[in-house]
């Protein structure tokens, strides 16, 4: 029986626990999350950033957790992969590194004090603390590299629009694997709402998705965390990584409370085309920072590659020369900037343009964990006895992943990896959350 007391005791307890629950997840999260999208780029605001080489952990599809290097904002938890860097066309770019790298032995790695840098690739004039940035060749490094608890700035003027990659420098073989990147949006001097200074880059600015594609080999960061040598010729990735997440975390909103390392989701959540209320398409900036391609592809919808590695596609007289791709082939270093958009193109109508297809038996039907239970965008039907559904609004749901299909794994648990959504809502006004 439980006295007074006792009651008084575990409600107290129950008041404490949860007070610690909601404390440290808005410590985690508030500070981080305020003001930014569920879904798409989050973007750091530039030019002037502090960036700081860190050492946490990750979790993984599979249960695993992962010792990871990776960037975060200095002073800031850790998060992997590095913010997303938003600059103007035009600016001056200025990056402070501050190195917090450590393994278990310390900020020493097999007896050496652990150097990193940043690398910008595609960016031109590059200085590192006032001088010119030097490259390292003997050691295939750069030589402007910090050791650690120091710091060092980078400034360069972002001259050129894009999609860019910034990363470790400082035997980048071994130390971007371990995670040491990021990715870096030059915004065009025609407007945020423009991919390249083109008329036809024009995108909805609540349409602007990344999918930033990395690997792991787990028995190197294992190694590395203790510090044990490893020999990179036996690198073998066994993770593959969209936005620093594996699938279904990768659906998960951007911020997710169960993923407090891991800040960026990689649904792409839009609007159907419609000439008046939502003319302009969507963009989906696709990165590889790993050692592979990754042949990315979105399920039932071509998207049109407008620009490569911060190139737009054009002509010396500034000729389209845009191209529609059904899988985008990423290889290691690049971007791709592709624009895309969903249409009705045969405007089904449960009353007035029924589907011509009658739809087969239940019981023939396997039924996914999205659908509504109608095929009519914004419809939502009763799913049959035993079926429960995620749908929200009668949405569309289509695949979207990486079409080497050994990737789409988690250290042999499939259908993971790099698998992301399109998620297509109705027309609006609607009721979607
Ligand atoms: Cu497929």
Redesign the pocket.
Known sequence: MLTSKSIWTRLSLTLVLLLMAFSSTANVHSALAQGQPAVGVVCTEGPTFSLEAQSGYIQMPDMNTMYMWSFASTGGSFQHPGPVLCVDQGDTVTVTLTNSITVQSGTTYLGSPIRTSVIFPGQENVQADGALAQPDLANNSLTNSVGPGGSITYSFVASKPGTFIYESGTNPKMQVPMGLFGALIVRPSMGANYVYNRADSQFTPEEDFMALLSEIDPYQHQAVEMNKAFNMNNYRARYWMINGRGFPDSIADNFAPWLPTQPYGALARIHPFDVSAHPYPGVERFINVGTEEYPF?P?ANNGLTIGRDGNPLEGPGGQDLSYEKFSFNIGPGQTWDSIFKWYDAEGYNETTNPVPVAPPDLVNLTLGMFFSGSPYLGKMETLPPGKSTLNQCGEYYI?S?N?ALFQLDAFGQTMSGPITYLRVDPPQPNNCP
């Open positions: 592809h399920h695949i992943h079409h």
